[in-house]
């Protein structure tokens, strides 16, 4: 029996029966039946907002409706709109009445995904609204009362938005009664290649390709690279690679060289005259870091937000490898 007969999907969407995930899971189970606020940390590409979706599915709020917004981009009275609603001539552009998230999630659960990008001001009205979930649109008197459960998430560092303050410390205690932190994908082990062949299964049947198992060495590869964009990189790689091949097995010759690259493969890989040495580090981080730009389209804000970087250390390091061949 092959790895990817194995599979199954262990805990509603989620896929992998690693130590960390099954201790995940074991929190959802507990916590989903509480309307007690939860914050999801985690790097980008994780699956937070499974996460959230997972609370929501496990609770007695699972018939009522999941509404999610991303903080991201949202400003001024824009975000409070998208939060609490306005009433038609709110503000200028506010050409007619329109129903926020909090409403729209009555009886169910809202899910405010990077919220640590939401507003100060706004984030001012959400910790009054925390107090009893009461709120009011933009432009209406008339106080209105909410029945939600709160998830937020984010994949910011806590601690320096906090020091910074770019996040409210009072808020932050308030939304993070209980605390979930998503592993990233390096650190679930054997749960990379459970999740590979999902994904393969999926995409080669929307493309109608034959694919549905990976070699050894490919699978060698998947597991030995540092997955620096998580699941979603995962996914995006393996469609590339069924878009752009034919056959039922993905080997390793397929991949992206970034993948094989980083495998340190033993002798009887593919390209064996590249791997009886070890890659010097600036090689490895050189290879990282161009990965991370081709997978965010060039990007390089993106793909230093996805890194844990600041774009600057993207373009100096560019510099340096340009100035040295």
Request: aromatic share 8%; hydrophobic share 35%.
């Amino acid at each position: 029996m092959t790895h990817g007969q194995k599979l199954k999907n262990t805990f509603g969407r989620f896929i992998g029966v690693s130590l960390t995930m099954q201790e995940l899971y074991r929190q959802i189970e507990k916590f989903a039946v509480s309307d007690a606020p939860v914050l999801i940390t985690g790097e980008s590409g994780t699956g937070k907002e499974i996460c959230a979706q997972s609370f929501h599915s496990y609770s007695d709020r699972n018939h009522q409706p999941f509404i999610p917004l991303n903080c991201a981009g949202l400003d001024g009275h824009m975000a409070d709109s998208a939060l609490f609603g306005h009433v038609k001539g709110a503000f200028t552009g506010g050409h007619r009445t329109r129903k926020g998230a909090i409403a729209r999630a009555q009886g169910g659960t809202l899910f405010l995904d990077e919220v640590f990008d939401m507003p100060l001001l706004t984030q001012a009205k959400l910790l009054r609204f925390c107090q009893d979930y009461s709120y009011r649109k933009l432009g209406c008197d008339r106080l209105e009362q909410a029945d939600i459960r709160l998830i937020c998430a984010t994949n910011k560092n806590l601690k320096k938005n906090l020091k910074a303050n770019r996040f409210r410390e009072d808020l932050y205690y308030r939304l993070n009664t209980i605390p979930v932190h998503m592993p990233p994908l390096r650190e679930r082990g054997e749960d990379v290649l459970d999740i590979a062949h999902f994904y393969l299964h999926e995409y080669a049947k929307a493309q109608n390709k034959a694919f549905c198992d990976f070699s050894h060495q490919a699978q060698e590869c998947l597991l030995r690279y540092p997955w620096p964009g998580n699941i979603r990189e995962l996914q995006n790689i393996l469609q590339y690679v069924v878009s752009g091949n034919e056959g039922q097995i993905i080997t390793a010759d397929m991949l992206p060289g970034i993948i094989t690259k980083n495998a340190f493969l033993p002798e009887e890989n593919v390209q064996p005259e590249k791997t009886k040495a070890i890659l010097p580090l600036w090689q490895i981080e050189k290879n990282v870091i161009e990965n991370a730009i081709h997978l965010c389209n060039g990007n390089i804000t993106e793909a230093a937000t996805l890194l844990d970087i600041a774009p600057s250390t993207i373009y100096r390091k560019k510099q340096s490898w340009e100035e040295n061949g």
